[in-house]
């Protein structure tokens, strides 16, 4: 038996053993079959050796992060890149994480079947459509022609060996092997190990910047990585808090468009306008929702399935419209929290002084979001001949096309000597936006576009913490003054004592001591 | 032999009081836990006011306070203390100083100077703290000029007190340096003082003996006159009542020359007594050029801008004065003081002196 749910404005078909499957709140479905991205994999960030060596890490990584955090888990993730065949610039990569682990019927359909995917709905999480992981194992198939292993368990009694291709044609996966092995320390998680082109030494120092900001806004994760050359780099967990785990929520009506109103027409049992919107909206209630109907002119008895097509393009209309819809609530979404943002930048960037700022919960289009921001200065931040900005979308870090990025324009356009800074000083700028839609410049989702809500936060975002940066330069300055101030007393009265007693030709030299105290409460005249 | 001044001795156990009260007012400041300060005349610009009364500048009633309890004067203060301190060491001990030596003394002291400017800035707010010269406390300047004539001193510096010299001794003249300074005067036959910008003339007249001619003692300026220099005509003057004749170049800085031994500069505004208000220029003039037929040189014209500086001067007021700086004006020329050799080299001696002299005595 099948039922019929929406989420995200689309609709999922969700067998009954999958309903079970989704109480350890891992859904999986088939969405749409397409060997598309076969000839466009540039779209995914395969376009060249090394940034696809960039992205097939990138990707796992994430993979795992999600496997893991938002099941409350720590993450632990291994990521080894070794030497296939050097003469062909192939490569064995490896990432293992402890994840919550893939039912074992799903392992071939979630890594070998495109758009099949856990994250097909509306909350927060790092990947959408569970495109990237197969990206990369497609990716592996057609630069060496071999298999992927992926082994993953649950946590109970097995652990399950998938060797695995895609058939690109009909977008289904291909068993070559499959093996069951006793799981007795009740290991959960997942191994993935691809193999693939990629040029690793020109992709390095990406990689390693990528790991590096992975790191800054994960760090209750452990990251290990071992290079070709066998070169390990660890990035060791400093708190053992998680962020709030997201929850799933209703599309907002501000984002809905009219294919989506259709999908949730089709699927709903709702008789009465007035019931729909209450039950498939994102906080409308029984008020708003009748506020809304008169204004959008449609009477509260009409039966949705009943709407003609115009009809449907009017009501789209006039949620767009309708400005008494209250804003989205952020509980669908996971911003890491002022706490662990510090702690992050404390360990990676081992700065003198941090200043972070959550921003209340803002929304465009109807999507949720909140900024994060941070300011690190000192300490081994490094002095560059431009301002460092570290930029984040959903707790991954955006390591390319930073002169695009929205933030990279808003730090441009700052005029930073009004808070005593200047670009060629040691400090750098972190901006992560949490959204259940990040609002993307373009498909490589690599640069934030121009919005103006959430250009408005980020801007007052970062000047709330370029302001407190500079109290505390200020402050620093201060004291280093007032230290230089009374050091100077502490040099010269003492010589005014000593000499005004030998030309007074006394032999006791008066006591300064009670001048130099107060000394410190003396302002200049 | 008439005094109207402390002698050399008076004046230096006077210096030595003021130092030692320096001392003692910043030492119960001290003691009395407020910061030590001092107030004293400013010496900018705005307080330097011409005296007629006096004929030099002096310093109007602005003052400035230097407070140890203020950062910006901690350093300047502690500058001063110690000044006054070593300059008092100087004078005890009767050793002199340059300004150059003073800057580097200091360094042993672990006091710092930027630069010798600073140092000298120092010296002149003591000057001015004291109201005396650097030269009563023992800091004279490198160079120096000379004296020669019949006058008997008696030094008082360590070695030397007691000993006497005349000053015809020597057929070069005595340096006018800091022992002849604090000298004591004894004796003379001179009836006046003849200074002379230039060395080559002071020479001459010695050889053509001017000092018997003419009863004088010859001073040697070396060009602007020192302060020492300037004090010690101020005491030939002062002390034994002979009359100053100044002979320099025809020329706006050769006028200049005469008028500050008279009148002062205004960078000694904050000091008295380095003048001699009765001394007079006696050549040579603009009028001279013509009167003597002397060879002349064009006036240049940053000469010209000087002279017109010096016609808006208050110590030119005087006829004289205006009177010469308008024949300059008129004729556009000047000369030198050798310019009579043009007539003989005894001409000067022979025929100018005695007329010049005559008609300026009167």
Same mark, same amino acid.
């Given at each position: ?117 856990? $994250? ?56 070559? #092997? ?33 790991? &590096? ?8 994760? #452990? ?21 709030? &785990? ?58 949705? &399935? !009943? ?110 000597? !009004? ?21 993307? &410049? ?40 007032? !230290? ?28 300064? #001591? ?6 410190? $409460?003396?302002?200049?005249? | ?56 500048? +002096? ?45 580097? @003394? ?12 600073? @140092? ?65 005067? *004894? ?5 006046? +003082? ?62 200049? *020359? ?28 603009? @009028? ?7 060879? @002349? ?66």
């Amino acid at each position: 038996m099948k039922i019929n749910k929406y989420v995200n404005g689309r609709v999922r078909l969700i067998s009954r053993e999958e309903e079970s499957v989704e109480a350890t709140s891992q859904t999986f479905q088939e969405i749409s079959p397409a060997d598309f991205f076969y000839r466009n994999k540039e779209i995914a960030g395969f376009a060249n050796p090394a940034r696809a060596i960039f992205s097939a890490i990138r990707e796992l990584v994430e993979n795992s992060l999600d496997a893991t955090e938002p099941m409350g888990i720590l993450p632990d993730i291994y990521i080894r890149l070794s030497p296939l065949d050097e003469g062909e610039n192939t490569y064995t990569l490896m990432v293992r994480d402890n994840g919550s682990g893939i039912p074992a019927d799903y392992v071939p359909l979630a890594f070998c079947q495109f758009l099949f995917s856990s $994250k097909y709905k509306l909350k927060q999480s790092r990947g959408t459509f569970g495109l990237g992981g197969t990206m990369t194992i497609l990716y592996g198939q057609i630069t060496t022609n071999k298999p992927v292993k992926v082994i993953s368990s649950t946590g109970e009694t097995k652990i399950n060996e998938y060797t695995l291709m895609i058939d690109i044609e009909r977008n289904r996966p291909i068993i070559l #092997n499959r093996k069951l092995y006793d799981n007795y320390r009740k290991w959960h998680g997942t191994i993935v190990e691809v193999n693939l082109e990629g040029d690793y030494y020109k992709a390095m120092p990406k990689i390693l910047e990528y790991l &590096k900001q992975t790191a800054i806004v994960n760090p209750y994760a #452990n990251i290990t990585f071992v290079d070709p050359k066998g070169r390990l780099y660890k990035f060791e967990r400093t708190v053992v808090t998680l962020p709030p &785990k997201p929850k799933e929520t209703l599309p907002h009506p501000h984002g809905i468009d009219v294919e989506t109103m259709y999908r949730i027409i089709r699927a709903t049992r709702c008789e009465k306008l007035i019931d729909f919107m209450q039950k498939h909206f994102h906080r409308v209630g029984e008020r708003t929702a009748q506020r809304f109907l008169k204004f959008a002119g449609f009477p509260e008895d009409a039966d949705p &399935k !009943k709407l003609k097509p115009d009809e449907i393009v009017k009501l789209v209309q006039a949620m767009k419209n309708f400005d008494e819809f209250l804003p989205p609530d952020a509980s669908c979404l996971s911003p890491l929290g002022e706490e662990i943002l510090k702690a992050g930048i404390l360990k990676e960037l081992e700065p003198e002084f941090i200043a972070v700022s959550q921003r209340k919960p803002s929304s465009y289009s109807g999507h949720p979001f909140i900024v994060e921001v941070g300011i690190a200065y000192g300490g081994k931040i490094p002095v560059k001949e431009d301002i460092l900005l570290y930029r984040f979308a959903n707790k991954i870090p955006l390591v390319y096309d930073e002169s695009g990025d929205v933030s990279w324009k808003i730090v441009k356009s700052i005029n930073w000597r !009004k808070y005593g800074l200047m670009p060629n000083m040691p400090f750098a700028i972190l901006v992560h936006i949490c959204s259940t839609k990040i609002p993307w &410049k373009t498909v490589g989702k690599e640069m934030i576009a121009d919005r103006p809500e959430v250009s408005r936060e980020i801007l007052n975002g970062i000047r709330e913490v370029a302001r407190q940066l500079e109290i505390y330069l200020s402050r620093k300055e201060r004291i280093k003054r007032e !230290k230089a101030r009374l050091s100077v007393f502490a040099k010269y009265l003492p010589k005014i004592a000593e000499f005004s007693t030998k030309l007074a030709g006394k032999e006791k030299i008066p006591d300064i #001591n009670d001048l130099l105290r107060r000394a410190k $409460k003396i302002e200049e005249d | 032999m008439k005094k109207t001044n402390p002698t050399a001795r008076e004046k230096r156990k006077e210096v030595l009081l003021k130092l030692e009260k320096f001392g003692h007012e910043i030492y119960e400041q001290i003691e009395k836990g407020i910061f030590p300060n001092i107030t004293m005349p400013s010496r900018s610009t705005d307080n330097i006011y011409y005296s007629p009364d006096l004929r030099q500048y +002096v310093l109007g009633d602005k003052k400035v306070r230097r407070n140890a309890g203020n950062i910006r004067h901690l350093k300047p203060f502690t500058q001063l203390v110690w000044m006054a301190y070593f300059t008092h060491e100087l004078t005890l001990n009767q050793k002199t100083s340059t300004l150059r030596d003073v800057f580097y @003394s200091a360094q042993a002291y672990d006091i710092l100077f930027q630069d010798q400017d600073e @140092s000298d800035d120092i010296i002149t707010d003591l000057e001015t703290i004291l109201g005396c010269t650097r030269e009563d406390f023992n800091v004279f300047p490198e160079e120096s000029s000379a004296v020669f004539g019949d006058l008997t001193i008696e030094y008082t510096v360590p070695n030397y007190e007691g000993k006497r010299l005349n000053l015809t001794s020597h057929p070069d003249g005595v340096m006018i340096g800091p022992a002849l300074t604090s000298a004591e005067f *004894i004796e003379t036959s001179a009836d006046k +003082v003849i200074a002379i910008e230039k060395g080559g003339l002071f020479t001459r007249f010695i050889e053509e003996r001017v000092h018997e001619k003419f009863n004088a003692i010859l001073v040697f300026l070396r060009g602007q006159a020192p302060r020492s220099t300037r004090y010690f005509i101020r005491r030939l003057n002062q002390e034994l009542g002979l009359p100053v004749y100044i002979f320099t170049d025809a020329d706006p800085w050769g006028m200049h *020359i005469a008028m500050v031994i008279i009148s002062g500069s205004a960078n000694a505004a904050h000091i008295r007594e380095l003048t001699t208000p009765d001394a007079k220029w006696a050549g040579v003039w603009a @009028s001279d050029i013509i009167s003597y037929k002397l060879p @002349s040189d064009k006036l240049d014209d940053i000469d010209i801008k000087r002279l017109h500086e010096l016609m808006r001067d208050p110590r030119y007021k005087e006829e004289l004065w205006q009177r010469e700086i308008n024949v300059f004006m008129k004729i556009q020329r000047k000369c030198e003081l050798e310019a009579f050799s043009r007539y003989g080299l005894t001409h000067i001696v022979d025929k100018y002196l005695p007329q010049r002299l005559k008609e300026v005595e009167d």
